[in-house]
């Protein structure tokens, strides 16, 4: 899975909460097979409330047209590609033509074989959006000088591979649906 893919697989599930974390008002220990579908509803609703207080449409646009304008120009040096990359980063951004906030949290009927507590899958969730904010922030042109691109990949380590963060391990095994996984715990084709 390309860098790419992992970060907009990881965004477009979780766009399914408040600056001090995920809080659905959902008792913390109910498990979501026992959740009515409002309930689950509300719970994807305090998450992309999360999610939009973290990350916001220019920033997520910002990221997706970084990504886009990598190989762009004709330079051979690092700091001719980088400039080419921010050159057609802020064309790409002008176009306005990237991915909206999107959500996958209409069909919430998929959690009937879910023993993932509400406690667990707002941590997994808080976590995963912290994560991903931090990815689209550090993420930049800047990244294509080899010094830098070592220095994230130390600091995000498998997180571009693997985008959930260990607390959503107990989600993933437990409750794979709310991840938008299917029963192997691997993401569903976007």
């Avoid at 999360?50 to 330079?75: K, N, Q, R, V």
Wanted: hydrophobic share 35%.
């Amino acid at each position: 899975m390309t860098l790419r893919q992992a970060s907009c697989a990881l965004f477009v599930l979780l766009a399914c909460g408040s600056k001090d974390g995920i809080d659905s008002g959902l008792p913390a220990g109910k498990t979501g097979d026992e959740l009515m579908p409002a309930e689950q509803q509300t719970l994807c609703d305090a998450a992309g409330e999360y999610l939009d207080a973290h990350i916001s449409p220019a920033e997520w646009t910002g990221y997706l047209c970084t990504l886009e304008s990598f190989g762009e120009g004709e330079a051979t040096d690092t700091a001719g590609l980088i400039a080419a990359c921010k050159e057609a980063r802020q064309a790409c951004i002008a176009a306005g033509e990237q991915e909206e906030l999107g959500t996958v949290c209409n069909d919430v009927d998929d959690w009937m074989m879910c023993d993932a507590t509400v406690g667990e899958i707002e941590t997994c969730l808080e976590d995963a959006i912290d994560l991903l904010d931090g990815i689209v922030r550090d993420f930049t042109c800047d990244v294509l000088d080899p010094a830098k691109a070592m220095a994230l990949q130390e600091k995000y380590g498998d997180s571009f591979e693997d985008p959930f963060p260990p607390s959503c391990d107990v989600v993933k095994a437990k409750c794979p649906a709310v991840l938008g996984q299917g029963d192997s715990g691997e993401p569903e084709p976007i």
